[in-house]
């Protein structure tokens, strides 16, 4: 099977910047779009920006411009480099991958980390 393990979470400032990380394991072939979603209390889980394989990226309007994200292919690792953070980013951040994995035979599945909290206060 495939994990995601997910860092990098904790409590900043407002403006303060965090960077989340995200390694998938396992016996993987290959990970195709690999993403970071975020759900906050009382709200629905949503999307936060996407990677493909080719790196092409989309971001959720709030975000653009403050949010980065990344994929080293060789650690099969996904980053989102977290700038002015604002007290509406507060949430827990997901890390979700598209992987094609080998357990007895060849598989692709969607795979979800198990969060992490990001808390924007002062």
């Known amino acids: 099977q495939v994990q995601l393990v997910e860092s990098g979470g904790g409590l900043v400032q407002p403006g303060g910047s965090l960077r989340l990380s995200c390694a998938a394991s396992?016996?993987?072939?290959?990970?195709?779009?690999m993403g970071w979603y975020r759900q906050a209390p009382g709200k629905e889980r949503e999307l936060v920006a996407t990677v493909t394989k080719s790196n092409n990226t989309h971001y959720l309007d709030s975000v653009k411009g403050r949010f980065t994200i990344s994929r080293d292919t060789a650690l099969n690792t996904v980053y989102l480099q977290m700038g002015g953070l604002k007290p509406e980013d507060t949430a827990v951040y997901y890390c979700?991958?598209?992987?094609?994995?080998?357990?007895?035979?060849?598989?692709?599945?969607?795979?979800w980390g198990q969060g992490t909290q990001v808390t924007v206060s002062s």
């Open positions: 979700n991958a598209q992987v094609t994995y080998f357990s007895g035979a060849r598989f692709t599945d969607d795979f």
């Open positions: 396992g016996v993987i072939f290959s990970i195709n779009a």
